[in-house]
T-cell receptor, first 112, second 111 residues
């Protein structure tokens, strides 16, 4: 079955450590997105990619980094520079802006 | 910049209607609507492209007015299963795939 997979579902890290969240899709979609969700803030765009080896900053990119070495994969690294990293992170993919975006089940990151 | 949704929250009794609005300060080429249940991934409802079309299913429909840069989601004869947070997502189109979502509208349908 085609879909988009995020792992792990829950992640705990100590403050000051970098952590990488995985996002894989087998839908052959060109576009991939990372969103952060906090209570009352909706879905805020961190980074997005339209094609392999290319990505753009979203609205809250500071403290995050991404790579797009393969079409299927778009990992997000939360660096120690991110001041408030505890949040629910959602990855999505789509063919383009005219089509439905498919979301993964999310990763809940807790930094202590 | 996030599109602005209103209202922030609405409570209905089963069978009542609701309208959720989404507006943007930028020109829009597409508007997406999603519903999210607590702790789950957002689920696609519909997408509207530039052209002012209205579309949807029999009880959930939406309109898009690109001149006013606004979209509205209409839920009629609400069911308990409609409860959740509704998000609109907007894109400025062209060669840019950026998809930006609003803060959401929490809809609660009570028996």
């Amino acid at each position: 079955d085609g879909g988009i997979t995020q792992s792990p579902k829950y992640l705990f890290r100590k403050e000051g450590q970098n952590v990488t969240l995985s996002c894989e899709q087998n839908l052959n979609h060109d576009a991939m997105y990372w969103y952060r969700q906090d209570p009352g803030q909706g879905l805020r765009l961190i980074y997005y990619s339209q094609i392999v080896n290319d990505f753009q900053k979203g609205d809250i990119a500071e403290g995050y980094s991404v790579s797009r070495e393969k079409k299927e994969s778009f990992p997000l690294t939360v660096t120690s520079a991110q001041k408030n990293p505890t949040a629910f992170y959602l990855c999505a993919s789509s063919i383009g802006w005219t089509t439905e975006a498919f979301f993964g089940q999310g990763t809940r990151l807790t930094v202590v | 910049q996030q599109p602005v949704q209103s209202p922030q929250a609405v409570i209905l009794r089963e069978g009542e209607d609701a309208v959720i609005n989404c507006s943007s300060s930028k020109a829009l080429y597409s508007v997406h609507w999603y519903r999210q249940k607590h702790g789950e991934a957002p689920v696609f409802l519909m997408i509207l492209l530039k052209g002012g079309e209205q579309k949807g299913h029999e009880k959930i429909s939406a309109s898009f007015n690109e001149k006013k840069q606004q979209s509205s989601l209409y839920l009629t004869a609400s069911q308990l299963s409609y409860s959740g947070t509704y998000f609109c997502g907007t894109s400025s189109g062209g060669s840019n795939y950026k998809l930006t979502f609003g803060k959401g509208t929490l809809l609660t349908v009570n028996p």
